[in-house]
């Protein structure tokens, strides 16, 4: 059986989520519209929008307000999602699984009228699926360039829109065919529009993909897999493995939600930093050293930003923000006025950053040095602590991004859905 023969079955079979999935899939999509409203007034968002608006259609909601097509909406509601760059974050998957999965699914079950139940098993079906294909490409696919976020998204917002279209297995390996020839995504488009559009184009794919099968367009069965599926030429590492435990274990559940408004690649070193926030004085420093896993040395350590933007991938400045007790949360800290404020300044240039291959890649060490000595805090972003923490801080995040007056009846639209008729409590608050 090929690789998309194997997902095809288990994406098109009967489902018992376990309740750990069941809160995870919750918790993403709280997050996800949170993100999204709050992106609405992103240029990307407000471009994309007027496009889909232009084109007209009535199928499914646009953040921001009006409708278009089901594909089309997919494709402004995942880049809206995006815009941010505040969504969540997958390592297995090495990129953003419910941007480029949820639109794809909520669309659809918009479009048809599907019931909050038929919406979450469909969501959680794609956001699994959009893992698995993101650990099986592995590590070479994302080094060689390739935006997970845009390429194994798409897997996954074609999972969840065929599930919720009624694709048997047959037609659901078409569909995922039919991706693996649409299926993009590059790394270089970061910093620009391209990257949310990633994430956009995903979820519109999975939609169109999903459609074309219901209709009976049909495609090779081994098109992810075979000697020049997609796999193959796009520097894949057909880990096999992947599929191990596909319906009995499911690994989305160690998704990592941001609640800091930068790279990923900080947010460990931003967690122990606030540890020490309040065991010492910033005038008291000397040193600070952080301990980072050395791939993100690449990524996130610009060691003197002079843009809002640019402070977004540095651990210097962050660190020194976090010390100095600036809110790291919060959207608008992120400004080039920050970046030349003389304290901030200062203590940045008392921050060394050391490459420390005994940590894993979401794992950080921060020591500050004082007059009085040294203290240490470590954190792993994998210790996500009890879920009733990890959904205050949610919904203290989605509070601070959009106000409590929005924030606490969008958790209850959330909470409701599995009982729900259809996703129009949801879509009422996110699309009006």
């Known amino acids: 059986m090929t690789v998309t023969e194997t997902l095809a079955r288990w994406a098109a079979a009967p489902v018992d989520l376990p309740d750990t999935m069941r809160a995870s899939v919750g918790a993403s999509l709280f997050d996800w519209a949170s993100v999204g409203l709050a992106g609405r007034s992103e240029p990307v968002a407000q471009r994309s929008r007027a496009a889909a608006l232009e084109e007209g259609g009535t199928q499914a909601g646009l953040f921001g307000g009006g409708t278009a097509t089901a594909r089309a909406a997919a494709l402004v509601n995942g880049a809206t999602s995006h815009a941010l760059d505040y969504d969540d974050t997958h390592f297995l998957h090495i990129g953003h699984p419910s941007v480029a999965v949820t639109p794809a699914a909520l669309a659809v079950a918009q479009w048809k009228g599907a019931t909050g ?26 080094e060689a360039g390739f935006h997970q976020t845009g390429t194994a998204g798409a897997f996954g917002a074609t999972v969840a829109a065929g599930r919720l279209l009624g694709l048997d297995a047959d037609r659901m390996t078409h569909a995922l065919a039919l991706t693996a020839t649409r299926a993009a995504g590059l ?9 949310p559009l990633n994430a956009g184009f995903a979820a519109e794919v999975g939609v169109t993909c999903a459609m074309l099968a219901a209709q009976g367009v049909t495609s090779t069965h081994d098109a992810i897999a075979g000697s ?6 796009h520097a894949g590492m057909a880990r096999d493995q992947a599929f191990d435990g596909l319906g009995q274990v499911w690994v989305f559940p160690d998704v990592s939600y941001k609640f800091h408004a930068c790279c990923h690649g900080l947010h460990a070193m931003l967690e122990a930093a606030g540890r020490l926030r309040n065991a010492v004085s910033a005038d008291a420093i000397e040193a600070i050293t952080i301990h980072t896993h050395p791939r993100w040395l690449a990524v996130c350590n610009q060691p003197s930003p002079d843009t809002g933007l640019g402070a977004k991938f540095s651990y210097r400045l962050t660190a020194a923000m976090a010390l100095a007790g600036v809110d790291t949360a919060a959207l ?6 920050m970046t030349q404020r003389p304290d901030l300044v200062a203590l940045r240039d008392r921050v060394t950053v050391v490459a420390d291959t005994a940590l894993t890649d979401m794992q950080a060490r921060v020591s500050v040095t004082t007059r009085d000595g040294t203290q240490d805090a470590f954190h792993d972003l994998m210790a996500t602590g009890s879920a009733a923490a990890l959904r205050q801080r949610l919904q203290d995040k989605s509070a601070s991004l959009l106000g409590s007056a929005v ?13 729900a008729p259809d996703s129009a409590a949801l879509t009422g608050l996110i699309f009006a």
């Open 332 to 337: 608008d800290t992120y400004t080039d006025a």
């Open 407 to 419: 924030a606490e009846p969008l958790w209850q639209a959330v909470e409701g859905l599995g009982a």
């Open 187 to 195: 790394k270089s488009q970061f910093g620009t529009m391209g990257k």
């Open 228 to 233: 020049q599926g997609f796999g193959p030429t």
């Open 117 to 142: 139940a038929a919406f979450l098993d469909a969501l959680a079906l794609g956001l699994e699926a959009s893992c698995r294909i993101g650990d099986w490409l592995g590590r070479a696919h994302y």
